[in-house]
């Protein structure tokens, strides 16, 4: 089963270029959300959507957009990097179920220089 | 909002130590409670979790007990294993939301 799958792995970019983290699932969740891992401040909700075409800011939105337009998509798309946004990136998918957990791609190690 | 609070790391153990990481977590509704573990170089895995008040959740030996009282979710595990350095995230759920909220993780190292 592939699960939730994240590309790319890495990535470096230049301040100011703009790009865009994939994301897809196969297990027909509704739900999807973007996170943030820094050292020493856990994971913080970047954008999350309860289904396709309903899309939410979550803690940390600046910088950041995101469009749902499939179920099993849920790109995330920086528009100008900076050095801030040097961060692992972690896309992760669930059903709507109660007691549901949330399944997690292998995340993307962007720097931004 | 909803909030969730680890105790702070590292945590450094010998193997066949007892371990406890606490949790204790906010949220206006009846959320779900999930450990999640995170490996080097990986994304996060649920270890155990649990959806309503007094339920256990367990696996691989990990237990955490769902208290409403205290709104908490400690985690707990009889003997470590230098296999189970990892970090380790507390997290609430509200599935009418359709997000969850995660503690800060608590970085676990077992030397033998």
């Known amino acids: 089963n592939a699960g939730v799958t994240q590309t790319p792995k890495f990535q470096v970019l230049k301040t100011g270029q703009s790009m865009t983290l994939q994301c897809a699932q196969d297990?027909?969740?509704?739900?999807m959300s973007w996170y943030r891992q820094d050292p020493g401040m856990g994971l913080r909700l970047i954008h999350y959507?309860?289904?396709?075409?309903?899309?939410d800011q979550g803690e940390v939105p600046n910088g950041y957009n995101v469009s749902r337009s499939t179920t099993e998509d849920f790109p995330l798309r920086l528009l100008s990097a900076a050095p801030s946004q040097t961060s692992v990136y972690f896309c992760?998918?669930?059903?709507?179920?109660?007691?549901?957990?949330?399944?997690f791609g292998q995340g993307t190690r962007l720097t931004v220089v | 909002g909803d909030s969730v609070t680890q105790m702070e790391g590292p945590v450094t153990l010998s193997e066949e130590a007892f371990l406890t990481i606490n949790c204790t977590y906010t949220?206006?509704?009846?959320?779900?409670l999930f450990w999640y573990v995170q490996y080097p170089g990986e994304g996060l895995q649920l270890l155990l979790k649990?959806?309503?008040?007094?339920d256990k959740g367990s696996n691989k030996g990990f237990e955490a007990t769902y208290r409403k009282e205290t709104t908490s979710f400690h985690l707990e595990k009889g003997s470590v294993q230098v296999s189970d350095s990892a970090v380790y995230f507390c997290?609430?759920?509200?599935?009418?939301?359709?997000?969850?909220?995660f503690g800060d993780g608590t970085t676990l190292t077992v030397k033998p």
């Open positions: 649990a959806t309503k008040a007094d």
């Open positions: 949220a206006t509704g009846y959320p779900s």
């Open positions: 992760a998918s669930s059903g709507r179920a109660l007691n549901t957990e949330a399944f």
């Open positions: 297990m027909n969740h509704e739900y």
């Open positions: 959507s309860v289904g396709a075409g309903i899309t």
């Open positions: 997290a609430l759920s509200d599935v009418n939301a359709g997000k969850s909220t």
